[in-house]
């Protein structure tokens, strides 16, 4: 499968505890995102990595949140002491990071419940 | 701000039968890109189509087109001849600047149902 990766694909948690999802991006795509999708609504951006460097982060990941994406390849993104507002569906997206990228790949998210 | 707006919560269409879904947006930059993406129960997104905001024709992939009306601000999705598959969310998202930085901001979605 050369698609981009998500896991777990579902993750129940208990309020407080601390969770952590992982993102595998098809190979050799250097630019790798991260959204949220809360019922209802369209995916929302949280943070953006151009290989390892973290570029941009929305005000939507609060100091509870912490991504990172060590050698450039998979991404990990970490919610300490969940609260019941993150549950979400967490989705991880891939691009080629050439000049005009006219498409993302996204993976079939993490669904986050938080109990 | 960026802003997409999709006024239509739910379509309904028959198998074999066209249907448009609607996205306008709003933005301040000249340079923007336009996208549709899918996405069925399963949870992924699926890329549709993409309509750069200096294409002067109407994107087209297969079944998919995308009827661009720059001055009107809006960015409709045509499928034709719908399929069971089709049966999905459908997501209209924007893209400011030409950088290829894939930040999306997207609209709320239309639920198509397709019935035989």
């Known amino acids: 499968d050369t698609g981009v990766s998500q896991n777990p694909r579902h993750k129940i948690t208990k309020r407080g505890q601390n969770v952590t999802f992982r993102c595998d991006p098809i190979s050799e795509h250097n630019r790798l995102y991260w959204y949220r999708q809360t019922l209802g609504q369209g995916p929302e951006f949280l943070t953006y990595?151009?290989?390892?460097?973290?570029?941009?982060k929305s005000r939507l990941l609060s100091d509870r949140f912490s991504a990172e994406r060590p050698k450039g390849s998979f991404s990990t993104l970490e919610i300490q002491r969940t609260e019941q507002g993150d549950s979400a569906m967490y989705l991880c997206a891939s691009s080629p990071g050439t000049a005009l990228d006219t498409e993302a790949f996204f993976g079939q998210g993490t669904r986050l419940t938080v109990v | 701000a960026q802003k997409i707006t999709q006024t239509q919560p739910g379509m309904f269409v028959q198998e074999k039968e066209a249907v448009t879904l609607d996205c306008t947006y709003d933005?301040?930059?000249?340079?923007?890109?336009l996208f549709w993406y899918k996405q069925p129960s399963s949870g992924e997104m699926i890329f549709l189509i993409y309509?750069?905001?200096?294409?002067?024709q109407n994107a087209t992939e297969g079944r998919y087109s995308l009827n661009f009306q720059k001055a009107r601000k809006s960015a409709n999705l045509v499928i034709s001849a719908s399929q069971l598959g089709d049966s999905a969310m459908y997501f209209c998202?924007?893209?400011?600047?030409?950088?290829?930085?894939?930040?999306?901001?997207f609209g709320t979605g239309t639920r198509l149902l397709v019935s035989p």
């Open positions: 309509q750069g905001s200096y294409d002067e």
């Open positions: 990595f151009q290989n390892e460097a973290q570029l941009e």
């Open positions: 933005t301040s930059d000249q340079s923007y890109g």
């Open positions: 998202a924007m893209r400011e600047g030409d950088t290829g930085f894939q930040k999306l901001v």
